[in-house]
């Protein structure tokens, strides 16, 4: 691997910043210093410095993030802030993406990665990964509506697979509900339109699960924090290394 390519993809800033950074002979390789951004290193086997510090090479990194409203499940956007605006500046690099996409408003659940095989695994619709949302539903929820999921809805350009719809509580005073839905699709605004086709509205959606991960009740939204070894484990029969 390229040094240049290295150090950028670990986060020490774009390739002209890195390259800027190794002329300044603030960069060695096995304790040498090294001016040219060129030069071909194996970060498995050779010791990498910036400024007397090592560089940790990882070649794949994975985040789980509560994502908060507010923010969109992109890379960059010139008009919102993107889940990667959740991550530190030292946790940065160029070659991360969210898994999947949550809406702008809905919170919970997302895993940052720069693994694209993992990413295929999880959200590719023949793979029919479970993912469990819960939501506030401006509306009664009952029994017809729970059979119409499990039978999967005509949604217009699409019929969405059989989906587990359970009835967590119902208050009558507000005309609301609180639901748990397990869908195995993704499409743009299905657990609200599936609701939308029922009558009812989505006021707040909150994604708990994807396949095996699931949300770390201790994150506050917008925190984030590595996948445990454990959970890591969960995740190597869909790709993870």
């Known amino acids: 691997m390229r040094l240049d390519k290295l150090l950028s993809h670990e986060g020490y800033g774009s390739r002209k910043e890195v390259k800027a950074l190794i002329s300044s002979g ?10 040219q951004s060129n030069v071909h290193v194996d970060p498995t086997q ?10 940790r090479y990882e ?3 994975y985040w789980m993030l509560n994502k908060p409203q507010g923010v969109i499940s992109a890379t960059e956007d010139s008009h919102h802030s993107t889940v990667l605006d959740c991550l530190d500046p030292e946790d940065l690099r160029p070659d991360l993406f969210p898994v999947g996409r949550l809406d702008i408003d809905t919170t919970g659940l997302l895993l940052i990665t720069n693994h694209g095989p993992l990413n295929h695994a999880l959200t590719s619709p023949k793979k029919a990964i479970a993912k469990v949302y819960q939501a ?7 029994q017809e ?18 989906a587990k719809l359970e009835i967590l509580k119902v208050d009558p005073n507000q005309e609301q509900s609180a639901i748990q839905v397990t869908i ?8 609200k339109r599936m609701f939308a086709a029922c009558g009812v509205e989505v ?14 009740s201790n994150l506050e939204a917008g925190s984030y924090r590595r996948l445990t070894a454990s959970e890591e484990d969960q995740l190597r029969p869909y790709g993870l290394e």
């Open 26 to 35: 603030s960069v060695t390789i096995d304790g040498r210093v090294v001016k």
């Open 136 to 142: 506030t539903i401006q509306g009664i929820v009952n």
């Open 145 to 162: 509506m729970v059979e119409v999921f499990a039978e999967g809805i005509d949604l217009g350009d699409f019929t969405t697979q059989p």
């Open 59 to 61: 070649p794949f990194v």
């Open 203 to 216: 006021i707040r959606l909150h994604r708990l699960s994807m396949g095996p991960l699931l949300l770390d």
């Open 184 to 191: 195995t699709e993704g499409k743009f605004h299905q657990v």
């Open 46 to 55: 050779q010791e990498v410095s910036v400024a007397g510090q090592e560089v």
